[in-house]
């Protein structure tokens, strides 16, 4: 596609393949057949050209980026689905945390290890994050050989833009970073490359994010975060050090609670220093003392009371910049701790526990609603006020109030 400096817009070819008039496939969004054809989506990368000048890209820019872009609407299946099965935690860390990314992880920390300690002086991040989190991102760099979850990020981000109505508006806002990556000569389009939802990189920046916290740390003039090692791992440092991150400090630790414990505690906002805790019966798993009784922490029970049991402290907060979800910061923390040379938790997981449906959740949230309880919607997600909503029921029924939702809890509710 070309477009030139007087508003006229002319394609000297195809940006996408033909495809049948008569194709009709029905996604979330619920676009019509006309707005789905390649033809629409050309006309929409011709009609986004007078807003990407205004942002400052140039035509020579935007007619590379979109050479050769097809409309993928495989990128809005994937947006849109819902598994009705949801995996439980403990099946979640056992591949995030597996013995093979633990033992690539360490091995990534012999090769760079030069690297990872130019990276703590300057940053203060510690270095088994850092490795944590290129290992739960992109698998150190492996991911980049399956074609199968790697795509052309400009294509990504164009299809969301235009065919996924839920998130057109980050669509947009994601493509516009990316053409102004482009702009600044980073990467070339080929290069490019990320997940469908337009994270790029061995640590899988959004655009947004790579404009404001990416680092050139080879000093090569550019900030490479797709084929350069010490920029991709300096820039996810960078992002954690302006977040906030606690230079000396870890994520959290594994705790044990007496049977006699105050449940109702550990919504994960009840803050109080580590002594309280302890006063309070929550001891290290494996009895080592908490080395700063005075940091500040918070109480998670991730899979119930009779899961493990974690004391979360800031850095952990830190972690969930990159993904905000109480799991993937376990993950990522863990998979530090493994890489450091620890051992695998103290705590036994609830695998026989049945873990609900999507289906399941929406019925437990429209239970809890018809009784009185704020759920905060009725959309199968389980956020805080589901779990607040699950603990004062439990609490006024006679059940442990750990706020888990399990098949025992749904069956007690009917």
């Known amino acids: 596609m070309q477009v030139n400096l007087g508003n006229i817009y002319h394609f000297s070819g195809r940006v996408v ?38 942002s400052g890209i140039s035509a020579s820019t935007y007619n590379a980026a979109f050479a050769g872009v097809e409309l993928d609407m495989s990128i809005v299946k994937r947006a849109n689905n819902q598994p009705e099965f949801v995996k439980p935690i403990w099946s979640y860390l056992d591949s995030a945390v597996s013995e093979a990314r633990i033992k690539n ?32 991102e992109s698998a150190y ?27 057109s508006k980050f669509g947009r806002q994601q493509l516009l970073a990316a053409l102004k990556i482009l702009q600044n000569g980073d990467v070339k389009p080929s290069d490019m490359m990320g997940s469908w939802a337009g994270a790029m990189g061995h640590t899988q920046f959004i655009p947004t994010t790579y404009l404001t916290k990416a680092v050139d740390f080879d000093g090569d003039g550019r900030r490479d975060i797709w084929r350069s090692v010490p920029d991709a791992l300096a820039s996810s440092a ?14 959290g630790y594994e705790v044990k609670l007496p049977k006699t414990f105050r449940f109702e505690l550990a919504d994960g906002k009840q803050a109080m220093t580590l002594a309280q805790w302890e006063a309070l019966g929550a001891k290290r798993a494996k009895g080592q003392a908490y080395p700063r009784p005075d940091d500040k922490a918070r109480l998670i029970l991730p899979a119930g009371y009779s899961g493990p049991a974690f004391l979360i402290l800031k850095n952990f907060a830190m972690i969930k910049r990159y993904n905000n979800a109480d799991s993937y910061a376990l993950a990522v923390g863990h998979l530090a701790d493994r890489i450091r040379g620890g051992g695998p938790f103290a705590g036994s997981w609830p695998r026989s526990d049945r873990v609900l449906t999507r289906s399941e959740r929406k019925e437990l949230q429209t239970i809890l609603n018809r009784l009185g309880y704020d759920t905060g919607g009725i959309d199968g997600r389980l956020g805080s006020k589901s779990r607040a909503a699950i603990r004062h029921w439990q609490k006024r029924n006679g059940h442990v109030p750990d706020g888990f939702a399990s098949g025992k809890l749904l069956k007690a509710l009917k």
Request: glycine share 8%; charged share 25%; hydrophobic share 45%.
């Open 141 to 167: 760099g492996a991911i980049f050989k399956n074609t199968a979850l790697i795509k052309p990020t400009i294509q990504s981000l164009a299809t969301l833009a235009y065919a996924d109505k839920q998130r």
């Open 105 to 136: 992880g360490r091995k990534m920390k012999r090769e760079h290890a030069r690297l990872l300690a130019r990276l703590e002086q300057r940053f203060g991040v510690d270095r088994h994050i850092l490795l944590a989190i290129w290992g739960m």
């Open 17 to 54: 393949k033909a495809v049948s008039l008569c194709l009709m496939v029905l996604f979330g969004s619920s676009l019509s057949a006309a707005s789905q054809s390649s033809a629409g989506f050309e006309k929409w990368i011709r009609d986004f050209w007078p807003t990407a000048r205004s």
């Open 238 to 251: 960078n992002l954690l050090e302006s977040a906030g991150w606690e230079t000396g400090k870890t994520w």
